[in-house]
Protein backbone atom coordinates (compact mmCIF):
# COMPACT_ATOMS: atom_id res chain seq x y z
CA UNK A 1 0.00 0.00 0.00
CA UNK A 2 1.01 3.23 -0.63
CA UNK A 3 2.59 5.00 2.51
CA UNK A 4 0.15 7.89 3.47
CA UNK A 5 2.90 9.51 5.76
CA UNK A 6 5.15 9.81 2.54
CA UNK A 7 2.43 12.22 0.94
CA UNK A 8 2.92 15.89 0.97
CA UNK A 9 -0.35 17.99 2.65
CA UNK A 10 -0.83 19.23 -1.19
CA UNK A 11 -0.90 15.70 -2.63
CA UNK A 12 -3.13 14.30 0.29
CA UNK A 13 -6.91 13.30 -1.28
CA UNK A 14 -9.33 14.92 -0.62
CA UNK A 15 -11.84 13.46 2.37
CA UNK A 16 -15.31 14.21 3.93
CA UNK A 17 -13.98 13.34 7.68
CA UNK A 18 -11.39 16.10 7.72
CA UNK A 19 -12.88 18.44 5.58
CA UNK A 20 -15.93 20.32 7.12
CA UNK A 21 -16.49 22.32 4.58
CA UNK A 22 -16.41 19.37 1.35
CA UNK A 23 -18.33 17.34 4.06
CA UNK A 24 -21.07 19.58 3.75
CA UNK A 25 -21.12 20.22 -0.02
CA UNK A 26 -20.41 16.39 -0.61
CA UNK A 27 -24.27 15.94 1.28
CA UNK A 28 -25.87 18.58 -0.82
CA UNK A 29 -24.76 17.61 -3.87
CA UNK A 30 -25.31 13.68 -3.48
CA UNK A 31 -28.92 14.78 -1.96
CA UNK A 32 -29.93 17.18 -5.01
CA UNK A 33 -28.62 14.07 -7.47
CA UNK A 34 -31.56 11.93 -6.13
CA UNK A 35 -33.72 15.29 -6.68
CA UNK A 36 -32.95 14.95 -10.29
CA UNK A 37 -34.81 11.26 -11.30
CA UNK A 38 -37.30 12.76 -8.60
CA UNK A 39 -38.32 15.83 -10.49
CA UNK A 40 -38.60 13.70 -13.70
CA UNK A 41 -41.21 11.30 -12.02
CA UNK A 42 -42.69 12.64 -9.35
CA UNK A 43 -43.40 16.15 -11.15
CA UNK A 44 -42.67 16.33 -14.49
CA UNK A 45 -44.25 13.35 -16.11
CA UNK A 46 -47.26 13.25 -13.63
CA UNK A 47 -47.75 16.64 -15.21
CA UNK A 48 -47.36 15.97 -18.68
CA UNK A 49 -49.83 13.03 -18.00
CA UNK A 50 -52.93 15.68 -16.82
CA UNK A 51 -52.01 17.76 -19.63
CA UNK A 52 -52.43 15.00 -21.65
CA UNK A 53 -55.75 13.97 -20.69
CA UNK A 54 -54.59 11.17 -18.40
CA UNK A 55 -57.00 10.56 -15.50
CA UNK A 56 -56.50 10.87 -11.72
CA UNK A 57 -56.61 6.74 -11.49
CA UNK A 58 -54.37 6.47 -14.27
CA UNK A 59 -51.51 9.63 -12.81
CA UNK A 60 -52.26 7.66 -9.16
CA UNK A 61 -51.42 4.30 -10.59
CA UNK A 62 -47.98 5.68 -12.26
CA UNK A 63 -47.35 7.69 -8.81
CA UNK A 64 -47.93 4.51 -6.67
CA UNK A 65 -45.52 2.32 -8.88
CA UNK A 66 -42.94 5.44 -8.61
CA UNK A 67 -43.23 5.19 -4.71
CA UNK A 68 -43.13 1.16 -4.58
CA UNK A 69 -39.33 1.01 -4.25
CA UNK A 70 -38.77 3.71 -1.30
CA UNK A 71 -41.28 1.63 0.98
CA UNK A 72 -38.66 -1.06 0.94
CA UNK A 73 -35.92 0.65 1.65
CA UNK A 74 -35.06 -1.26 4.61
CA UNK A 75 -33.80 -4.07 2.38
CA UNK A 76 -31.06 -1.96 0.79
CA UNK A 77 -29.88 -0.74 4.08
CA UNK A 78 -29.58 -4.03 6.23
CA UNK A 79 -27.76 -5.07 2.50
CA UNK A 80 -25.11 -1.81 2.63
CA UNK A 81 -24.98 -2.35 6.63
CA UNK A 82 -23.65 -6.34 5.60
CA UNK A 83 -21.82 -5.61 2.71
CA UNK A 84 -19.47 -3.40 0.80
CA UNK A 85 -15.46 -2.80 0.04
CA UNK A 86 -14.44 -1.06 3.68
CA UNK A 87 -11.23 0.07 1.39
CA UNK A 88 -13.53 2.43 -0.79
CA UNK A 89 -15.14 3.41 2.66
CA UNK A 90 -18.45 2.26 3.73
CA UNK A 91 -20.39 3.63 1.75
CA UNK A 92 -19.09 5.38 -1.47
CA UNK A 93 -19.29 1.94 -3.43
CA UNK A 94 -22.80 1.89 -3.13
CA UNK A 95 -23.27 5.28 -3.96
CA UNK A 96 -21.55 4.55 -7.49
CA UNK A 97 -23.17 2.02 -8.37
CA UNK A 98 -26.32 2.92 -7.86
CA UNK A 99 -25.75 6.45 -9.80
CA UNK A 100 -24.40 4.26 -12.76
CA UNK A 101 -27.50 2.02 -12.66
CA UNK A 102 -29.93 5.49 -12.62
CA UNK A 103 -27.86 6.87 -15.90
CA UNK A 104 -28.29 3.12 -17.49
CA UNK A 105 -31.69 2.91 -17.03
CA UNK A 106 -32.87 6.89 -18.05
CA UNK A 107 -30.79 5.80 -21.31
CA UNK A 108 -32.90 2.64 -21.99
CA UNK A 109 -36.31 4.37 -21.38
CA UNK A 110 -35.39 7.07 -23.58
CA UNK A 111 -35.06 4.73 -26.01
CA UNK A 112 -38.03 3.03 -25.42
CA UNK A 113 -39.76 6.23 -24.99
CA UNK A 114 -43.36 5.49 -23.74
CA UNK A 115 -46.20 8.13 -24.46
CA UNK A 116 -48.49 9.73 -21.95
CA UNK A 117 -51.01 7.14 -22.13
CA UNK A 118 -48.83 4.27 -21.67
CA UNK A 119 -49.12 3.70 -18.27
CA UNK A 120 -47.36 0.56 -17.29
CA UNK A 121 -44.61 1.60 -19.46
CA UNK A 122 -44.28 4.34 -17.19
CA UNK A 123 -44.78 2.67 -13.93
CA UNK A 124 -41.98 0.59 -14.82
CA UNK A 125 -39.52 3.18 -16.14
CA UNK A 126 -39.92 5.15 -12.80
CA UNK A 127 -39.90 1.54 -10.71
CA UNK A 128 -36.56 0.83 -12.47
CA UNK A 129 -35.16 4.31 -12.08
CA UNK A 130 -36.64 5.06 -8.25
CA UNK A 131 -35.42 1.41 -7.47
CA UNK A 132 -31.41 2.41 -7.93
CA UNK A 133 -32.42 6.06 -6.46
CA UNK A 134 -33.29 4.24 -3.50
CA UNK A 135 -30.56 2.28 -3.03
CA UNK A 136 -28.01 5.68 -3.49
CA UNK A 137 -30.63 7.27 -1.38
CA UNK A 138 -29.98 4.98 1.35
CA UNK A 139 -25.95 4.79 1.14
CA UNK A 140 -25.96 8.62 0.52
CA UNK A 141 -28.20 8.69 4.01
CA UNK A 142 -25.76 6.07 6.04
CA UNK A 143 -23.02 8.43 4.60
CA UNK A 144 -24.64 11.39 6.61
CA UNK A 145 -25.02 9.31 9.81
CA UNK A 146 -21.40 8.26 9.68
CA UNK A 147 -19.93 11.31 8.69
CA UNK A 148 -21.61 13.93 10.71
CA UNK A 149 -20.95 15.00 14.08
CA UNK A 150 -23.61 16.19 16.38
CA UNK A 151 -22.95 19.67 15.88
CA UNK A 152 -23.56 19.48 12.13
CA UNK A 153 -26.60 17.64 11.99
CA UNK A 154 -29.08 20.43 12.11
CA UNK A 155 -26.84 21.79 9.50
CA UNK A 156 -26.64 18.77 7.36
CA UNK A 157 -29.73 18.26 7.86
CA UNK A 158 -30.96 21.70 5.99
CA UNK A 159 -28.33 20.80 2.89
CA UNK A 160 -30.27 17.38 2.80
CA UNK A 161 -33.52 18.42 2.72
CA UNK A 162 -32.26 21.72 0.31
CA UNK A 163 -30.11 19.87 -1.68
CA UNK A 164 -33.20 17.14 -2.39
CA UNK A 165 -35.56 19.88 -3.20
CA UNK A 166 -33.28 21.81 -5.30
CA UNK A 167 -32.40 19.07 -7.30
CA UNK A 168 -36.01 17.85 -7.67
CA UNK A 169 -36.85 21.97 -8.43
CA UNK A 170 -34.26 22.18 -11.56
CA UNK A 171 -35.40 18.72 -12.64
CA UNK A 172 -38.85 19.29 -12.26
CA UNK A 173 -38.42 23.12 -14.24
CA UNK A 174 -35.92 21.79 -17.03
CA UNK A 175 -37.68 18.75 -17.94
CA UNK A 176 -40.94 19.96 -17.89
CA UNK A 177 -39.54 22.47 -20.11
CA UNK A 178 -37.27 19.82 -22.32
CA UNK A 179 -40.47 17.41 -22.58
CA UNK A 180 -42.56 20.21 -23.94
CA UNK A 181 -40.19 21.02 -26.53
CA UNK A 182 -38.54 17.87 -27.55
CA UNK A 183 -40.08 14.90 -25.48
CA UNK A 184 -40.20 12.61 -22.90
CA UNK A 185 -37.28 11.10 -24.30
CA UNK A 186 -35.31 13.66 -24.31
CA UNK A 187 -35.83 14.56 -20.80
CA UNK A 188 -34.80 11.00 -19.84
CA UNK A 189 -31.40 11.58 -21.32
CA UNK A 190 -30.91 15.33 -19.92
CA UNK A 191 -31.76 13.67 -16.23
CA UNK A 192 -28.74 11.43 -17.32
CA UNK A 193 -26.23 13.55 -17.77
CA UNK A 194 -27.27 15.37 -14.54
CA UNK A 195 -26.30 12.26 -12.55
CA UNK A 196 -23.46 11.16 -14.85
CA UNK A 197 -21.88 15.11 -13.31
CA UNK A 198 -22.88 14.01 -9.40
CA UNK A 199 -21.21 10.70 -10.00
CA UNK A 200 -18.15 11.91 -11.33
CA UNK A 201 -17.76 14.15 -7.92
CA UNK A 202 -18.60 10.87 -5.64
CA UNK A 203 -15.75 9.00 -7.51
CA UNK A 204 -12.79 11.88 -6.60
CA UNK A 205 -13.91 12.14 -3.12
CA UNK A 206 -13.05 9.85 -0.58
CA UNK A 207 -15.02 9.30 2.71
CA UNK A 208 -11.31 9.20 5.25
CA UNK A 209 -7.40 9.81 4.02
CA UNK A 210 -6.23 6.78 3.47
CA UNK A 211 -9.06 4.83 1.49
CA UNK A 212 -8.99 3.75 -2.21
CA UNK A 213 -11.08 6.14 -4.76
CA UNK A 214 -12.14 3.04 -7.19
CA UNK A 215 -11.60 -0.47 -6.62
CA UNK A 216 -8.14 -1.16 -8.11
CA UNK A 217 -6.91 2.25 -6.80
CA UNK A 218 -4.56 2.06 -3.81
CA UNK A 219 -5.78 2.34 -0.49
CA UNK A 220 -7.15 0.59 2.78
CA UNK A 221 -9.87 -0.02 4.98
CA UNK A 222 -9.44 2.59 8.10
CA UNK A 223 -9.97 1.19 11.41
CA UNK A 224 -13.33 3.21 12.70
CA UNK A 225 -14.99 1.17 9.65
CA UNK A 226 -13.58 -2.13 10.05
CA UNK A 227 -15.02 -1.07 13.93
CA UNK A 228 -18.40 -0.37 12.67
CA UNK A 229 -18.69 -2.84 10.11
CA UNK A 230 -21.06 -5.66 10.87
CA UNK A 231 -19.68 -9.09 10.57
CA UNK A 232 -22.91 -11.13 10.75
CA UNK A 233 -26.40 -11.02 9.66
CA UNK A 234 -28.28 -12.23 12.97
CA UNK A 235 -27.14 -8.75 15.50
CA UNK A 236 -27.29 -6.64 12.30
CA UNK A 237 -30.75 -7.59 12.29
CA UNK A 238 -31.77 -8.09 16.19
CA UNK A 239 -30.25 -4.74 16.66
CA UNK A 240 -32.78 -3.18 13.89
CA UNK A 241 -35.52 -5.02 14.82
CA UNK A 242 -35.50 -4.14 18.74
CA UNK A 243 -34.57 -0.49 17.83
CA UNK A 244 -37.42 -0.52 15.22
CA UNK A 245 -39.92 -1.96 17.88
CA UNK A 246 -39.28 0.21 20.93
CA UNK A 247 -41.65 2.50 21.60
CA UNK A 248 -40.16 5.86 20.28
CA UNK A 249 -39.54 4.87 17.06
CA UNK A 250 -42.71 2.77 16.92
CA UNK A 251 -44.96 5.94 17.90
CA UNK A 252 -42.13 8.06 15.11
CA UNK A 253 -43.71 6.14 12.65
CA UNK A 254 -47.11 8.49 12.76
CA UNK A 255 -44.86 11.40 11.39
CA UNK A 256 -43.02 9.61 8.74
CA UNK A 257 -46.34 8.54 7.61
CA UNK A 258 -47.88 11.64 7.45
CA UNK A 259 -44.74 13.09 5.63
CA UNK A 260 -45.47 10.28 2.47
CA UNK A 261 -49.03 10.87 2.93
CA UNK A 262 -48.74 14.62 2.34
CA UNK A 263 -45.72 14.52 -0.41
CA UNK A 264 -47.96 11.58 -2.59
CA UNK A 265 -51.78 13.66 -1.85
CA UNK A 266 -50.03 16.75 -2.99
CA UNK A 267 -48.33 15.69 -6.52
CA UNK A 268 -51.25 14.16 -7.95
CA UNK A 269 -53.77 17.22 -6.35
CA UNK A 270 -51.94 20.35 -7.69
CA UNK A 271 -51.56 18.96 -11.78
CA UNK A 272 -55.26 18.21 -11.38
CA UNK A 273 -56.16 21.47 -9.97
CA UNK A 274 -53.96 23.59 -12.39
CA UNK A 275 -55.31 21.64 -15.67
CA UNK A 276 -58.80 21.42 -14.64
CA UNK A 277 -59.14 24.94 -13.20
CA UNK A 278 -56.48 26.93 -14.20
CA UNK A 279 -55.95 25.15 -17.79
CA UNK A 280 -52.37 25.15 -17.40
CA UNK A 281 -50.05 23.43 -20.00
CA UNK A 282 -47.16 21.11 -18.43
CA UNK A 283 -44.43 23.42 -19.44
CA UNK A 284 -46.36 25.87 -16.79
CA UNK A 285 -46.28 23.23 -14.08
CA UNK A 286 -43.03 22.69 -14.72
CA UNK A 287 -42.34 25.99 -13.74
CA UNK A 288 -44.43 26.42 -10.66
CA UNK A 289 -43.05 23.56 -9.42
CA UNK A 290 -39.59 24.35 -9.94
CA UNK A 291 -39.89 27.70 -8.72
CA UNK A 292 -41.99 26.26 -5.48
CA UNK A 293 -38.92 23.70 -5.32
CA UNK A 294 -36.19 26.38 -5.86
CA UNK A 295 -37.81 29.02 -2.76
CA UNK A 296 -37.88 26.04 -0.17
CA UNK A 297 -34.70 24.67 -1.29
CA UNK A 298 -33.07 28.04 -0.47
CA UNK A 299 -35.15 28.85 2.40
CA UNK A 300 -33.82 25.14 3.66
CA UNK A 301 -30.41 25.76 3.36
CA UNK A 302 -29.85 29.79 4.08
CA UNK A 303 -32.20 29.60 6.95
CA UNK A 304 -33.65 26.16 7.86
CA UNK A 305 -30.83 24.26 9.22
CA UNK A 306 -30.15 27.19 11.43
CA UNK A 307 -33.70 27.90 12.64
CA UNK A 308 -34.47 24.10 13.28
CA UNK A 309 -31.30 23.70 15.43
CA UNK A 310 -31.96 26.95 17.67
CA UNK A 311 -35.85 26.08 18.11
CA UNK A 312 -35.38 22.30 18.52
CA UNK A 313 -36.14 19.58 15.63
CA UNK A 314 -39.07 18.24 17.62
CA UNK A 315 -40.89 21.38 18.26
CA UNK A 316 -39.93 22.71 14.85
CA UNK A 317 -41.79 19.95 13.38
CA UNK A 318 -45.22 20.29 15.69
CA UNK A 319 -45.07 24.08 14.36
CA UNK A 320 -44.79 23.21 11.05
CA UNK A 321 -47.11 20.66 11.05
CA UNK A 322 -49.60 22.77 11.96
CA UNK A 323 -48.77 25.79 9.46
CA UNK A 324 -49.73 22.80 7.01
CA UNK A 325 -53.15 22.22 8.60
CA UNK A 326 -53.70 25.86 8.35
CA UNK A 327 -52.26 26.07 4.28
CA UNK A 328 -54.19 23.35 3.52
CA UNK A 329 -58.02 24.41 5.34
CA UNK A 330 -57.12 27.83 3.55
CA UNK A 331 -56.78 26.08 0.03
CA UNK A 332 -59.99 23.89 0.92
CA UNK A 333 -62.03 27.27 1.99
CA UNK A 334 -60.30 28.89 -1.42
CA UNK A 335 -62.45 26.30 -3.76
CA UNK A 336 -64.54 28.39 -5.57
CA UNK A 337 -61.64 30.30 -6.93
CA UNK A 338 -59.28 27.81 -7.79
CA UNK A 339 -59.55 29.17 -11.38
CA UNK A 340 -57.33 32.71 -10.18
CA UNK A 341 -53.60 31.24 -10.45
CA UNK A 342 -52.86 33.26 -7.57
CA UNK A 343 -54.07 30.40 -5.68
CA UNK A 344 -52.54 27.25 -6.64
CA UNK A 345 -49.34 29.28 -6.97
CA UNK A 346 -49.27 29.92 -3.33
CA UNK A 347 -50.51 26.77 -2.61
CA UNK A 348 -47.69 25.26 -4.34
CA UNK A 349 -45.31 27.55 -2.87
CA UNK A 350 -46.35 26.88 0.52
CA UNK A 351 -46.69 23.17 0.51
CA UNK A 352 -42.95 22.80 -0.71
CA UNK A 353 -41.79 25.01 1.75
CA UNK A 354 -43.11 23.51 4.72
CA UNK A 355 -42.36 20.06 3.36
CA UNK A 356 -38.93 21.01 2.77
CA UNK A 357 -38.62 22.41 6.26
CA UNK A 358 -39.96 19.21 7.97
CA UNK A 359 -37.64 17.15 6.21
CA UNK A 360 -34.97 18.84 8.16
CA UNK A 361 -36.64 17.92 11.13
CA UNK A 362 -37.39 14.70 10.44
CA UNK A 363 -33.86 13.88 8.77
CA UNK A 364 -32.47 15.23 12.61
CA UNK A 365 -34.55 13.15 14.42
CA UNK A 366 -34.59 9.98 12.05
CA UNK A 367 -30.58 10.28 12.62
CA UNK A 368 -31.27 10.86 16.42
CA UNK A 369 -32.95 7.23 16.68
CA UNK A 370 -30.34 5.57 14.52
CA UNK A 371 -27.38 3.81 15.96
CA UNK A 372 -23.96 3.98 14.12
CA UNK A 373 -23.51 0.66 13.64
CA UNK A 374 -27.19 0.06 11.94
CA UNK A 375 -27.21 3.68 10.72
CA UNK A 376 -28.23 2.65 7.24
CA UNK A 377 -30.68 0.22 8.06
CA UNK A 378 -32.36 1.90 10.20
CA UNK A 379 -32.63 5.07 8.69
CA UNK A 380 -34.06 3.55 5.63
CA UNK A 381 -36.41 1.73 7.92
CA UNK A 382 -37.93 5.46 9.04
CA UNK A 383 -37.69 6.30 5.57
CA UNK A 384 -39.46 3.41 4.30
CA UNK A 385 -42.19 4.37 6.46
CA UNK A 386 -42.44 7.51 4.74
CA UNK A 387 -42.27 6.76 1.22
CA UNK A 388 -44.78 3.85 2.20
CA UNK A 389 -47.02 6.79 2.79
CA UNK A 390 -46.21 8.02 -0.59
CA UNK A 391 -47.40 4.29 -2.25
CA UNK A 392 -50.35 4.94 -0.18
CA UNK A 393 -51.19 8.27 -0.97
CA UNK A 394 -51.76 6.88 -4.55
CA UNK A 395 -53.33 3.73 -3.76
CA UNK A 396 -55.58 5.52 -2.13
CA UNK A 397 -56.47 8.31 -5.02
CA UNK A 398 -56.73 5.42 -7.39
CA UNK A 399 -58.90 3.16 -5.68
CA UNK A 400 -61.28 5.13 -3.61
CA UNK A 401 -63.94 7.24 -5.79
CA UNK A 402 -64.47 10.11 -3.25
CA UNK A 403 -60.76 10.78 -3.20
CA UNK A 404 -60.39 11.16 -6.83
CA UNK A 405 -61.69 14.84 -5.83
CA UNK A 406 -58.65 17.11 -5.69
CA UNK A 407 -61.03 18.96 -2.37
CA UNK A 408 -61.59 15.30 -0.78
CA UNK A 409 -57.49 14.85 -1.17
CA UNK A 410 -56.92 18.30 1.37
CA UNK A 411 -59.95 17.79 3.52
CA UNK A 412 -58.01 14.25 3.96
CA UNK A 413 -54.36 15.72 4.28
CA UNK A 414 -55.77 18.38 7.25
CA UNK A 415 -56.81 15.16 9.37
CA UNK A 416 -53.55 13.08 8.44
CA UNK A 417 -51.75 16.39 10.22
CA UNK A 418 -53.72 16.75 13.16
CA UNK A 419 -52.67 13.00 14.16
CA UNK A 420 -49.15 14.00 13.45
CA UNK A 421 -49.45 17.08 15.77
CA UNK A 422 -50.79 14.92 18.64
CA UNK A 423 -48.14 12.43 18.74
CA UNK A 424 -45.01 15.10 18.32
CA UNK A 425 -47.00 16.73 21.21
CA UNK A 426 -47.28 13.57 23.41
CA UNK A 427 -44.12 11.97 22.96
CA UNK A 428 -40.57 13.19 23.66
CA UNK A 429 -38.34 11.82 21.12
CA UNK A 430 -34.09 12.16 21.45
CA UNK A 431 -32.03 15.31 21.74
CA UNK A 432 -28.58 13.19 20.57
CA UNK A 433 -27.93 10.05 18.77
CA UNK A 434 -28.96 6.73 20.62
CA UNK A 435 -26.06 4.35 21.05
CA UNK A 436 -23.11 6.43 20.18
CA UNK A 437 -21.23 5.63 23.25
CA UNK A 438 -22.55 2.09 23.05
CA UNK A 439 -19.86 -0.91 23.29
CA UNK A 440 -19.67 -2.81 20.12
CA UNK A 441 -20.44 -6.49 20.24
CA UNK A 442 -18.25 -9.12 18.33
CA UNK A 443 -20.47 -8.82 15.45
CA UNK A 444 -19.50 -5.47 14.89
CA UNK A 445 -23.12 -3.95 16.38
CA UNK A 446 -23.34 -1.08 19.33
CA UNK A 447 -25.69 -2.63 21.76
CA UNK A 448 -29.14 -0.37 21.51
Known amino acids: MESIALQSPSSMPVSLAENRNWRLFTIFLLYAGQGIPLGLFDF ?3 AWMAVNGASAKDIGLVVAMVGIPWSFKFVAGVVMDRYTLLSMGRRRIWIIGAQAVMIVCLILFAIVDPGPRDILLLGIAGLAVNT ?16 LPESERSMGGGLASGGQILGMAASASFTGAVIYAFGASAAYIACAILVLLVTIHIIWTR ?3 GERRLPWSIGEAQDVNILAQSKSWLPLLLAALKNTLSVRSFLWFVPLLTTGLTYGTCIVAVPLIATAHTGWAEDQLGSLNGTAQ ?8 SIGGFAIGKIGAQRALWILRIGYMMLLSWMIWSADSWTDPRILVSFAIGWFLLYSLCGISTVVINMRLSPPAIAATQFSVFMAVANMGISLAGILVASIAVLAEPKAMLVFLVAVQAASVLVLLVVKFPTRQIGNDASVTPGGIARV
Not at 294 to 301: D, E, F, N, T, V
Open 44 to 46: AIP
Open 132 to 147: ATVFQDVAVDGLTVDI
Open 207 to 209: ERV
Open 294 to 301: LIAGLAAI
